[in-house]
Nanobody, 123 residues
């Protein structure tokens, strides 16, 4: 099973950018779709997007479309979430997650989770 660790979170001003990384170990990351979720304080965890194992399929939610970019480097066993034009409502703990899937699909359910990284968007 894949083990995941997120990094790259921090404090950023509105309109700023951050790049989160999701480092995988324990298996070949290319066999897994990588999902990104976030959970704001006092709110339920919500999906942000997903990138398929091959990188050919990317899905995201409307609230981040055009601002967040999903990518991966299977040779480095790392996935990335580039976030731009950040807003205060993007403040949350961000998680990456993985699931075995067809190389060109994003599943609904994920079963390996990282510990999360805090992103705070504030002046």
């Amino acid at each position: 099973q894949l083990q995941l660790v997120e990094s790259g979170g921090g404090l950023v001003q509105p309109g700023g950018s951050l790049r989160l990384s999701c480092a995988a170990s324990g298996s070949t990351m290319g066999y897994y779709a990588i999902g990104w979720f976030r959970q704001a304080s006092g709110k339920e965890r919500e999906v942000v997007g997903c990138i398929s194992g091959s990188g050919s399929v990317i899905t995201d939610v409307q609230s981040v479309a055009g601002r967040f970019t999903f990518s991966r480097d299977n040779a480095k066993n790392t996935a990335y979430l580039q976030m731009t034009s950040l807003k205060p409502e993007d403040t949350a703990v961000y998680y990456c997650t993985a699931a075995l899937a067809h190389p060109d699909s994003c599943p609904v359910d994920f079963n390996s989770w990282g510990p999360g990284t805090q992103v705070t968007v504030s002046t």
